[in-house]
């Protein structure tokens, strides 16, 4: 018995797409049918993924973003319901991470991450329910209306470890901010769930892995090894999905259980 879930006729907006866990969750929902928005400040880095999704069939459309300015993301969120259609799926990934022991925080450092991964996720999220909730409000009985919203957090809001202790508290307030949004928008139609992934191999962080530093800390995980951005394509798209709508205010831990 096989099983599938087709997103066609859907609209994503995909935050931080440019590299990372966006770009690879942009290609997942496109492989998966929906027409996707890729959003970020490195536009010439989202037309290669634009051909790379088109190249395989897929739908795949652009706009710039930076979340640290509501007005780009007013601006990037109209524009994409424009040139698109209206928005059924927001993967909110958008973000930013440091290493710093606390005493060294300094108030740039500390006001980078906070205005990155929760000012800006918490004004994604609800500029694109704004638009979510108008429609639920005025639509015909038995119209589709409903959303998903998927903030990207971390094992880091779930688990403090040290030297990233402002980022964790960043991405724990991702967690909170998560079920306070399926709280109330979760009776519009608008399921909102977090996933925290684990140590995740990227373009970004790739070197790290080879390194003496970040051999010992692939040692201290559960079952020493890395993950891959794949390895999060099954849960973005089922939570992307109509057939989750049971689900809304989930925080699962995407980290071979390193968080346990």
Sequence with gaps: MSYSIDLSGRVALVTGASSGLGAQAARTLARAGAAVVLAARRTEKLKDLRAQIESEGGDAHITAMDVTDVASIR????????????????????????????????????DRLFDTNVRGAFFTAQEVAKRMLARAKGAAPGTYTGGRIINIASMAGLKVLPQIGVYAMSKATVVHMTRAMALEWGRFGINVNAICPGYIDTEINHHHWSTEQGQKLVQMMPRKRVGRPEDLDALIVMLASNETHFVNGAVIAADDGFAL
Excluded at 78 to 107: F, K, P
């Design 75 to 110: 601006a990037a969120v109209a524009r994409a319901e424009t040139e698109v259609g209206s928005l059924d799926i927001l993967v909110n990934n958008a973000g930013v991470a440091a290493t710093q022991r606390l005493q060294d925080v300094a108030e740039d450092d500390f």
